[in-house]
């Protein structure tokens, strides 16, 4: 099951108020609105404008606004940002041990042919879809 972390959540409820304006938001502005701690959002709003989703711009008037439509961004987009791990089973974890391994009749569906459906889903689905 992929559950969506608490930075995929925040990110998602930034870039659904973002898509009502066509300007530039503070920091401040975007806390006022939605009552999310302030450091938090930051931090989140400076990872998205990082990977190229939200335009920053310093001073007065600036803030942060979306880079491109909605419809130009799928919902694996976001997730892979802040949700590194969306593996499907744990063995698809380079790290993971399974003491199973060689019993295992299973692993293959979820890791090859679940997974890649579940990616191509995911990149399939935009923004637009998700949050109007």
Known sequence: MIVL??????ALLMIGLLADHDKFLSITEI???????????????TELAGCGLLDSKEGVNGGF??????????LYDVLSIFD????????????????????????WFFMFKFSSRLKRYLQSVSLDEVIR
């Not at 972390?5 to 925040?10: A, G, I, L, P, R």
Request: aromatic share 8%; with cysteine; glycine share 2%.
């Open 84 to 107: 590194k791990d969306l593996d499907v089973v744990n063995c698809e974890s380079h790290t993971f041990k399974c003491k199973f391994r060689e019993l295992c009749r299973h692993k």
């Open 31 to 45: 806390v006022q609105k939605t009552g999310m701690p302030k450091r938090y959002l930051a931090r989140i709003a």
């Open 5 to 10: 972390n608490k930075d995929t959540e925040y």
């Open 65 to 74: 606004k979306l880079k491109s439509d909605l419809s130009k961004i799928s």
